[in-house]
């Protein structure tokens, strides 16, 4: 069982960064991490994931170039490091853990979800 809990969510306006934790219980280099956002009234949808080891990534074409993924699996904590923030960013950013493997962007491929953390991006 792994319980993640995610901070660093927050109000910002358009252009600026926020970086977004996931803080996990369990050992975390024993799964693939992921992130993903919804926004109200909007399908949860894919951002970024990271391999077990941090060396592959892949991200969803809406936010490459903008967002960056990346982990420390000492602290078992995963990190998502927004720049260039939109208004169409503004959801609640979701953490994930699925096995190891080939990376996935389908939630249904991940096992463990947190609460959330709202971000909300001002024009």
């Known amino acids: 069982q792994v319980q993640l809990v995610e901070s660093g969510g927050g109000l910002v306006q358009a252009g600026g960064t926020l970086r977004l934790s996931c803080a996990a219980s369990?050992?975390?280099?024993?799964?693939?991490m992921g992130w993903f956002r919804q926004a109200p009234g909007q399908e949860r949808e894919f951002v970024a994931t990271?391999?077990?080891?941090?060396?592959?990534?892949l991200y969803s074409d809406s936010v490459k170039g903008r967002f960056t993924i990346s982990r420390d699996n000492a602290k078992n904590t995963v990190y998502l490091q927004m720049n260039s923030l939109k208004p169409e960013d503004t959801a609640v950013y979701y953490c994930?853990?699925?096995?190891?493997?080939?990376?996935?962007?389908?939630?249904?491929?991940?096992?463990?979800w947190g609460q959330g953390t709202q971000v909300t991006v001002s024009s």
């Open positions: 994930a853990a699925g096995p190891r493997g080939p990376l996935r962007s389908a939630s249904s491929d991940y096992v463990y």
């Open positions: 369990g050992r975390t280099f024993l799964y693939t």
């Open positions: 990271i391999g077990w080891s941090g060396i592959s990534t």
